[in-house]
């Protein structure tokens, strides 16, 4: 205890540090606690409190952690960035970090995917930034140099060799590999060299006119990355949570129920058009028979010399076709043999109603 004691004191109250440690303390604390507290509020856990909702208005924990950036880096500013003010405001503004970046996917997607596929992306915003708040607590810039040292642009070199292999491993969608490539260089080297995965921007770009190279990527993603996302996906599932498998507001499931919408819709203005096709086959074979029934009294008539006109059925028809009323038929009850209609040429499968 008395060694960790002698250690801090040398190097992070001595190298005026302290602000900076508290800082990655109270980014790291309040990152546990608030994943904590969401999977209690999950799980539906009795003796936890749950979330936040005056008047049924659901306030996110990101909006309490702009209030602790805002009191963090405005309190640093009021106070001079003078002792003890500036420790207790970094510990202040790392709190805000964490439960800020806690929420980076729903601020990213202006969307609730807090427990969806998308919200590990607030997962790697975390990881990102403990990294990059550790790796200036080690030193100025990597592996330790400290600027009140004498220059050595060999060790400048291998730094900004490594920054810039760390950029392009992210670029070719290697987030582990270029993070903590920037504390391990030869890491970071390595991933830049090898090739990008598919659906990278790097693959984006440099891919789309070599073929070859990108099946080769392809079969590597189904071979090698296959299960370096499965202990990422457990890791993740550890920390913060297995994702909904198929959450309300998912954009999957939006363009599921879009399809199944489509194909309702297809159906229907099929059943529609069919509908409407019969229906316009039993006007034109009503028409027609009413044509026939209208010809054979009219040449009878002429024939006999009697000026009788159509039957009265025949002039019932033609009104109701006239006037465009539908036919109503009743639906045959099961087992009942079935009975023509009374029309002389037109027989039904059904027996007609009159209105």
């Keep these: 205890m008395t060694t960790l004691l002698d250690g801090y ?3 992070i109250v001595a190298a005026h540090k302290q602000p900076l440690f508290l800082l990655l303390v ?6 546990v606690f608030i994943r904590f507290s969401v999977r209690m509020i999950r799980a ?7 979330n936040v ?5 659901h306030i996110h924990h990101m909006v309490f952690g702009l209030g602790f950036l805002l009191v963090g880096g405005v309190g640093v500013f009021a106070t001079y960035g003078g ?19 806690d929420e980076f996917a729903l601020i990213l997607h202006l969307d609730d995917v807090y427990w969806s596929e998308q919200g590990r992306k607030s997962v790697d915003a975390v990881i990102f930034g403990i990294l990059f708040t550790a790796l200036l607590l080690v030193g100025y810039v990597p592996l330790g140099v400290v600027p009140s040292q004498e220059t050595r642009w060999g060790l400048i070199t291998v730094i900004s060799v490594n920054a810039l292999a760390s950029v392009i491993t992210l670029i070719k969608g290697k987030m582990w590999t270029g993070l903590l490539g920037i504390m391990v260089p030869g890491l970071s080297w390595i991933g830049a060299i090898r090739l990008a995965r598919p659906s990278s921007p790097w693959a984006r770009w440099r891919y789309a006119t070599r073929p070859r190279r990108r099946a080769r990527a392809l079969r590597r993603e189904r071979l090698l990355h296959r299960r370096a996302d ?3 996906t457990w890791l993740f599932d550890l920390i913060a949570g297995a994702p909904d498998k198929v959450p309300a507001n998912h954009p999957a499931a939006h363009r599921v129920a879009e399809r199944m919408s489509a194909r309702a819709t297809a159906h229907l203005d099929a059943h529609a058009a069919r509908s409407l096709a019969r229906r316009q086959a039993r006007l ?3 028409r027609s028979a009413a044509a026939a029934g209208a010809a054979a009294p009219a040449a009878e008539g002429g024939a006999g010399g009697s000026g009788a006109g159509p039957s009265r059925g025949a002039q019932q028809r033609r009104r109701a076709v006239r006037a465009g009323r539908n036919r109503t038929y009743a639906v045959r009850p099961t087992g009942v043999e079935r009975r023509p209609g009374r029309h002389p040429h037109l027989r039904t499968h059904t027996r007609r109603i009159h209105r």
């Design 44 to 50: 539906e856990v009795r003796w936890w409190f749950g």
């Design 230 to 232: 499965r202990a990422r």
């Design 53 to 57: 909702t005056p008047g049924g208005l």
């Design 26 to 31: 109270g980014f790291i604390t309040s990152f």
């Design 83 to 101: 002792h003890p003010w500036i420790d207790w405001f970094g510990l202040v503004f790392g709190i805000g970090c964490g439960l800020v970046l």
């Design 284 to 286: 034109a074979d009503r």
């Design 9 to 11: 004191r040398e190097h």
